[in-house]
């Protein structure tokens, strides 16, 4: 995707209408929402170099066919380091797997922004795994229009009789500060390993992967008193070209 070069005085708008979801996999879709991101710099999503300090691409076990470079082992579907905040307990069944790159960027705050969308991730599938769209770590990590994208979702999930198991790799993280309690955030997943399961039956759906198996998320978060960094608008594009392998 090509790079969009911004001044200070100068927002980028990204716009993307509600999308009907097929719940193939699962992904997090935003309604209507715009997200204005200020800054100094040139943002590329989900293409180029990432401004962590790390070039590195992450390589799923068992993911022999994937095109995506390969260096040193991701984290796993582990939580990031406490921080002395309390947060709600998050725990996870062991058939689903959660791989994280480039967590580290090198700047505290732009790491702390990374480790609390880790968290919000984990949040969220946790809701929707027990079907809960009431679970208080939604509210903790998501706040405003972030809020009721995030239990709308679970809802989906939990209206149509399903959970999810497998593997989702989040890659290409890049973090826009703006100010000392603002961030926009953009990543990419890739679901090509996950698969939805009906919630009565157990039945997993293994149909195989496509393009559409590859998400772009673009979010815009805010740090509240507490220190935590919540979802206020979060957009998605599935099958986007930037994402692909």
């Not at 996870?92 to 967590?103: A, K, N, T």
């Not at 903790?140 to 209206?159: P, S």
Request: hydrophobic residues 35%.
């Amino acid at each position: 995707m090509p790079s969009a070069s911004m001044s200070s005085s100068v927002a980028f708008l990204i716009e993307h209408p509600r999308e009907i979801r097929t719940l193939k996999t699962h992904t997090r879709f935003g309604a209507g929402l715009a997200l204005f991101v200020a800054a100094s710099m040139s943002l590329t999503a989900c293409g180029g170099d990432s401004d962590s300090g790390s070039d590195s691409k992450d390589k799923i076990k068992g993911a022999e066919t994937s095109t995506q470079p390969t260096s040193p082992k991701p984290s796993a579907s582990s939580t990031p380091m406490d921080d002395g905040i309390d947060r709600p307990e998050i725990k996870l069944p062991g058939d689903v797997r959660h791989v994280f790159e480039g967590r580290t960027t090198g700047d505290p705050t732009k790491d702390a922004v990374l480790a609390d969308n880790e968290r919000n991730i984990l949040a969220e599938d946790d809701a929707i795994l027990r079907g809960d769209p009431k679970a208080p770590a939604l509210s903790f990590y998501n706040d405003g229009e972030g809020l009721i994208g995030a239990v709308n979702w679970v809802q989906k999930f939990v209206d149509a009789d399903l959970s999810f198991t497998g593997t989702v790799r989040y890659f290409n993280r890049r973090v826009v500060l703006d100010g000392n309690d603002k961030a926009a955030l953009s990543y990419c997943g890739d679901e090509s390993k996950a698969h939805n399961k009906n919630r009565k039956t157990g039945e997993v759906d293994k149909s195989a992967p496509s393009a559409n198996s590859y998400v772009f998320y673009n979010s815009r978060l805010a740090k509240n008193e507490k220190g935590v960094w919540q979802v206020t608008k979060l957009i998605s594009e599935r099958g986007a070209k930037a994402c692909q392998p």
